[in-house]
């Protein structure tokens, strides 16, 4: 069975930074492809931030370019997204994303809100 778990989130002022971490197991996650996904009420799920299996090559939100950082570590079977200088419109649930042998996954979430 195939679960992802994701952890760090929390509240943090405006400027401030956390790491979003992505357990996952019973994936091939050396060959998954890993996202993170952040949703507001009322809102479609964004893609906030990809990293690929093949290379590591990484994709983001034009928002949080240069703020956020998603990498892997293949050892651990986890992927992880610093945030830095978080803004109010970062505040969201975000949710890791695993696309694996044409199979996906999803997390259940993690609360992440900036406000002073």
């Known amino acids: 069975q195939v679960q992802l778990v994701e952890s760090g989130g929390g509240l943090v002022q405006p400027g401030g930074s956390l790491r979003l971490s992505c357990a996952t197991s019973g994936l091939p996650f050396s060959r998954a492809t890993m996202s993170w996904y952040r949703q507001i009420p009322g809102k479609a799920r964004d893609l906030v931030a990809l990293i690929t299996w093949l290379d590591s090559t990484t994709t983001y939100l034009d928002s949080v370019k240069g703020r956020f950082t998603i990498s892997r570590d293949n050892a651990k079977n986890t992927v992880h997204l610093q945030m830095t200088d978080l803004k109010p419109e970062d505040t969201a649930m975000y949710y890791c994303?695993?696309?694996?042998?044409?199979?996906?996954?999803w997390g259940q979430g993690t609360q992440v809100t900036v406000s002073s």
């Open positions: 994303y695993a696309v694996a042998s044409q199979k996906t996954y």
